[in-house]
């Protein structure tokens, strides 16, 4: 351990049950803290806590704005950037209400983890991210392998997530008994399954067409069936890993257990479309995929806020501001629309508006 970290291993460890326990936030979360505050302490020399003044803000403000990413070589990005002064600063606030940092910590100086508002703007600006069509999914599907035990997997894993618009994690912690092929429908039952703030909700499947479902179906009826699963097990189990004639690991089957994390789970969507030659879609994008769909499909208000609450979210809103940019070509598309001469009829936005007051009424009376 390095000079002056005893103190700074102790408090690090209250904090981390801070954020676990108080905070209630989940263990990614805490691990991009943890990894700010490694950083911070490697560039002050992991210098004891107590002794933070604004020039250590500043140095390293300095030192991140010039660091490289270890992965790309490349400068980090000033999102990366932000997010660390933001782990820091919430740190550093923590500090001054604990005993025997509260006399040693000016809270002014905590205030030095700041960007300049230029280097703020570019990290909040909004990037444009890649979002498949359902057309794209299904081609992907249909290129899939599933002679073995994990083509079967995860070609069925990748159906499933676009029937469900369920987050990696929900998906790697599911139980057979969660699926409901006959009501269609994904129970999140937050005891058992990694659900966002552990809420308890359930899915039904998206309409998306007739083939992740047909590919579902057949991989739930081959665990059942063909490998003897139970209610219990793993909906999609990891897998199976023994050494081959080289003393090197290799795949040789299923292993009825979950998947410790959804790492497995991108690695399975990067394979699948470098394989038909698309970009790679991580499994997160499906929601913004299913929530483009939405607003194809749903006619009403009422429809999208089933649409939405079926994605787990509380509010409508939550989609719009969250999933549901105007895409560049919708949006090119709508400005000529409106650059024509508008005629005197009445527009069918103007109609949808007023039911859509006329819901969130409805809603509010609840």
Known sequence: MKKNSTNNARIIHEYTKYLKDAKQQDDSTIDGAL??????????????????????AVAFKKHLLSAKSVVTGEKLSKATVLTAIRHMKAFFQYL???????????????????????????ANAKRKRGVATIEQITQTLEAMPYSTYIEKRNRALMAFVILTGARDAAVASAKIKHVDLVEQSFYQDARDVNTKFSKTFTTY???VGELPLRILEEWVDYLVQELGYKQNSPLFPKTKLAHNDNQQFEAVGL????????????????QAFEAVG???????????TLVRLGEKLCRTPEEFKAWSQNLGHESVLTSFYSYG?????????????????????????????????????????K
């Open 278 to 288: 698309l970009p790679y879609f991580n499994p997160h994008s499906f929601r913004n």
């Open 325 to 365: 940019d105007v895409p560049d070509y919708k949006q090119a598309e709508l400005l000529r629309k409106l650059a024509e001469p508008a005629d005197d009829t009445p527009t069918d936005m103007e109609e949808q508006f007023k039911q859509f007051m006329q819901f969130q009424q409805m809603m509010g009376n």
């Open 35 to 56: 990894k700010s505050i490694n950083r911070f302490e490697e560039c002050t020399g992991y210098s004891d806590f107590k002794k933070f003044r604004a020039k250590h």
């Open 255 to 270: 292993l009825e257990e979950h998947w410790s994390n959804a790492n497995p789970i991108r690695k399975v969507f990067a």
């Open 205 to 207: 499947f998206f309409p």
């Open 96 to 122: 001054v209400t604990q005993k025997g940092y509260r006399a040693k910590i000016n809270y002014s100086d905590i205030e030095y983890f700041n960007l300049s508002e230029k280097d703020t703007r570019i």
